[in-house]
């Protein structure tokens, strides 16, 4: 069963809809995935992507972290987000993020800190519109694009077409920190 976040996310997905006045329909066009992933995810009994929340918030127009936290951003000049406590979202075992700019209205980008839990064997590819930046603080990662895998050292970047299906693992029995910046 998933942790309690993600049942909260699915209601903020449900009653974004709800208040938009979209069918599943409609955020399964906005999105690119299909009616019966977007039931799924606003089941709460589901992973839902990051790339989705993403996705949902775009074509909405809110932020993924009012998605995420259900707080809407309220500064406009800068916010300050001190080391550790950005605001929180746990995907699943492996995949735990960091939004780092949660509070600022209107961001252009998403920075995130994604931390990936060793263990996996199989790298889950999703996409996303936009461009996205990775840069490793810490660990070793496969990052797939496509079908190139490419190995990230600590103090590798990559920047890439989001549109193309992509997806990270730890190595080296190793968790694996890294800076994502995805474009809108």
Request: charged share 25%.
């Amino acid at each position: 069963m998933l942790n309690e976040q993600i049942k909260q996310i699915a209601e903020r997905l449900r009653g974004l809809r709800d208040v938009l006045e979209l069918s599943v329909e409609d955020i399964a066009l906005r999105t690119g995935v299909s009616p019966e992933s977007v039931e799924r995810f606003e089941s709460g009994e589901s992973d839902i992507p990051m790339s989705f929340i993403c996705d949902v918030a775009q074509s909405c127009g809110v932020q993924p972290s009012e998605i995420i936290s259900g707080d809407a951003p309220k500064m406009m000049s800068y916010f300050l987000t001190r080391y550790g406590k950005g605001v929180g979202m746990e995907r699943s075992k492996a995949y735990k993020y960091l939004a780092l700019a949660a509070g600022f209205k209107n961001a252009v980008f998403e920075p995130f800190e994604v931390s990936i839990e060793p263990g996996g064997k199989d790298i889950t590819l999703n996409t996303h519109s936009g461009h996205e930046f990775n840069y490793v603080l810490e660990g070793r990662m496969m990052i797939q694009i496509g079908d190139k895998q490419m190995v990230m050292n600590q103090g590798d970047s990559i920047y890439f077409d989001a549109s193309r299906p992509h997806g990270m693992k730890a190595m080296d029995g190793r968790k694996a920190v890294f800076l994502a910046i995805i474009s809108k």
